[in-house]
């Protein structure tokens, strides 16, 4: 395919999305719907995806995708309106954005503040989009070369390095969240051998868990516990008047916007690793590069548009991996992969064969929702801020009837319902006891990629892991799986910062002796 | 959380955790490894049991380390400190709204669903949860959970003595009346406390409208939609 005939599909996605008129009532709703979950604390984007998912059941793939790719990308947005407003994110994505956008609504420029981070989110959105189609065809070639081996240790490295950045306490938590989660996804009869494992003699166990059900009950039941239980409230909202777009701010802040949408594609790539990683890393780049750091945390405009730029050009970053590989790049974009499955879309290496427009049309759907998004911030702001004084204790049952309702509706099966609750109930003292959710999902997702490919690739090799040494690409995941790993035992670390130091006083000693020259 | 308290949890987690990995590693045990199952024989490597042995041990071994971890950083002298202090453990607040919480939703899948309508299941659990939080009043949530769980207590001994299925032989629709006039009875209870406890019967009004708009909308409209059953 050459450069000519992507874009003509692509322009062609776009045209027969916007021609159906009921595709752009389906995309402003999600997108409002995602603003609003977003904007409204306890609720993110990714139990947005969730509940939205079960209600696209009975859609076509394309206007489901619409209004998936729209709470998505809504609701990454959203978390900007109480960060800048109340000083409390909506979600965890833009808690960065609060540090900068909270100064400058009490400075009374609450409205610029919101322009810029509507602004800056749909520019960060298309940028991950241009990304999605740039790297979706490498990515996708590359991955047609893999074998079992790759795709055991991608499942592996997956889990690791999810279990490794999430972890706010011991990063050992993350990792056995990883295994629980791998430990539900081998629940049910095998793949290879149809032996059942783990279901008690229970028939409604053999077919394994329902991804949605688990999903549901792992974001979903904890946020509402905990939503009710710290019984929050928004009390006083920063006034504003209008929301300015500011092209003149956003165009002296060029440079800051494509470090931030790089920094947010990256990120997004990295399995299970989410917006609110990338809004902080991208935070802590733009202080140092500024020319005036001191001002960050007193309403610094840079800051804000650094932060939401990255978190929502995270959105093409983490659709890179679930296209190409079939692994989610953060939690929302998990919960779309279960909405891909149930539609009977596969992502991974395959999809570009089975479905060669599927990864265009996606793109195109994103830049839709990001002029969607920018839309609604402009003009509906002040509507989706009258939402959020709704009370959450009188919002959160409904959301709980929904999550029940959402985790039912699929399959039909009550038996969902019997296992989202216990799902739930341990997801939130894992939460309390500070272990990570994200890894524990990506472990459910991977299981069954992991399993199957790990026994294919030791039947293919007899039982000999010596191909792991032998191919480049097992090489490198293996060898960055075990950095990770021994990175968490003091002794390597010592010896991490002795070499750091060795390697530093060596460039140090040659720089000066440059200097004398 | 306070780091004391986390490592207390830690040292709990860690036990929790071996003990599992011993239960799960016993059952891949029993799993084929290189017998013959369906007619294959099979090797070691194409085993069931692989991945779940790999899992077993790994979190075997991290529960190990994080049982070091809490027992040198003084989570399980606390434990055990807090344990014998058991008896003046006060449960707080929040943790009674959890526990509320957990009750609306136990009492609504495993007893409501299953043995009532579900629109009125819908019905009754909006009403509890909705109603014992939006009010704000800590006194009132009591009341209405010593109400609901009456109810529910209810619902169990009809389940459980069959007098349910007798009553469904009566009239199949016993079970859903009854559940009705205990949502009435809910809703004339809710408002007679809140006139007492000075709670505005405003707050009652809407939370009588959402318990009936929720689970209509979810009736109407989505089921049309969507196509759900």
Not at chain 1, 13 to 38: C, D, E, H, T, Y
Not at chain 1, 153 to 158: E, I, N, P, Q
Request: proline content about 5%; aromatic content about 10%; overall charge positive.
């Amino acid at each position: 395919m050459g450069f000519l005939e992507p874009l003509q599909i692509f322009l062609m996605s776009i045209v027969g999305l916007i021609a159906n008129p009921v595709n752009i009532l389906i995309l402003f709703g999600s997108v409002i719907m995602g603003i609003i979950f977003g904007a409204t604390p306890g609720l993110t984007a990714t139990l947005g995806v969730a509940l939205l998912t079960t209600l696209t059941y009975g859609m076509d793939v394309s206007t489901a995708m619409v209004a998936l790719m729209g709470i998505y990308v809504g609701g990454v947005y959203g978390g900007s309106y109480t960060a800048v407003l109340v000083n409390i994110p909506g979600t965890a994505a833009s808690a960065a954005t609060a540090l900068d956008g909270y100064p400058l609504a009490r400075k009374g420029q609450a409205g610029r503040a919101l322009g810029l981070t509507t602004t800056a989110s749909a520019i960060g959105t298309v940028i991950g989009m241009v990304f999605v189609v740039l790297l979706s065809p490498v990515i996708s070639a590359l991955a047609l070369e893999f074998t079992s081996f790759e795709f055991f240790l991608l499942a592996l490295f997956g889990i690791v390095i999810s279990g490794t950045l999430t972890s706010q306490d011991l990063v050992y938590k993350g990792w056995i969240a990883g295994l629980i989660g791998l430990f539900l996804a081998t629940i049910g009869r095998d793949s290879l051998q149809f032996f059942p494992r783990y279901t008690f003699g229970m028939s409604e166990l053999e077919g394994g868990l329902d991804l949605v059900p688990v999903l549901i009950g792992a974001f979903g039941i904890p946020q509402i516990m905990q939503t009710i239980r710290d019984n929050f409230k928004i009390s006083e909202t920063s006034e504003f008047k209008k929301i300015l777009p500011e092209w003149k701010t956003i165009g002296k802040n060029i440079p800051a916007i494509l470090r931030s949408s790089l920094i947010g594609v990256g990120i997004g790539a990295v399995p299970g690793i989410g917006e609110d990683i990338a809004g902080w890393v991208s935070y802590g780049t733009a202080k140092k590069a500024s020319k005036h750091p001191e001002e960050f945390g007193k309403g610094a405009v840079e800051a804000v548009i650094s932060t939401e730029t990255a978190n929502n050009s995270c959105i093409g970053g983490a659709m890179i991996p679930l296209l190409n590989l079939g692994i989610p790049g953060s939690p929302p974009a998990a919960m779309l992969l279960g909405a891909f499955m149930l539609h009977g879309i596969q992502p991974g290496p395959m999809l570009n064969i089975d479905r060669p427009t599927f990864v265009l049309e996606i793109t195109a759907i994103l830049l839709l929702a990001s002029i969607a998004m920018w839309v609604s911030g402009i003009f509906l702001s002040k509507q989706v801020v009258k939402v959020l004084k709704v009370p959450t204790s009188l919002f959160m049952p409904i959301i709980s009837v929904l999550c029940i309702i959402g985790s039912y509706a699929l399959g039909m099966r009550v038996f969902n319902l019997y296992l989202m609750l216990p799902i739930g109930i341990i997801a939130y003292f894992l939460t309390e006891m500070k272990y990570p959710i994200a890894p524990l999902i990506i472990g459910v997702i991977l299981g069954d990629m992991a399993d199957q490919n790990l026994r294919r690739a030791l039947m293919v090799s007899q039982g000999s892991f010596m191909p792991v040494l032998q191919r480049p690409v097992s090489l490198v995941l293996v060898l960055v799986i075990l950095i990770l790993i021994a990175g968490q035992i003091p002794a390597f670390q010592k010896l991490q910062a002795g070499v750091k130091a060795g390697v530093l006083s060596l460039f140090k000693k040659k720089q000066g002796s440059a200097d004398n020259a | 959380m306070e780091e004391k308290k986390l490592r207390q949890y830690d040292f709990i987690t860690a036990v929790g955790l071996i003990l599992f990995s011993i239960w799960e590693l016993a059952q891949a045990f029993k799993m084929p490894m290189k017998d013959t199952y369906g007619g294959v024989q099979s090797e070691w490597y194409v085993s069931p049991a692989l991945l779940p042995l790999i899992i077993g041990g790994g979190l075997m071994l991290l529960g190990a380390i994080l049982l070091v971890n809490a027992v040198r950083s003084g989570g399980a002298a606390s434990f055990f400190e807090a344990v014998g202090k058991s008896g003046k453990v006060k449960m707080t607040e929040p943790t009674r709204r959890v526990i509320t919480v957990v009750f609306a939703f136990v009492s609504f899948i495993y007893l409501m669903i299953p043995h009532v309508d579900f629109f009125l299941s819908i019905s009754l659990f909006l009403f509890y949860i909705s109603a014992s939080f939006y009010p704000d009043s800590d006194d009132f949530r009591k009341k209405m959970t010593f109400q609901f769980l009456l109810g529910m207590i209810a619902l169990l001994i009809l389940v459980v003595t069959g007098l349910e299925g007798v009553l469904k032989g009566i009239l199949s629709y016993n079970v859903d009346i009854l559940a009705l006039l205990f949502l009435i009875y809910l809703n004339i209870y809710s408002r007679i406390m809140a006139r007492k406890m000075d709670i505005q019967r405003k707050l009652i009004r809407q939370v009588t409208w959402i318990s009936i708009l929720v689970p209509l909308v979810r009736y109407s409209a989505i089921s049309f939609w969507c196509r759900y059953p």
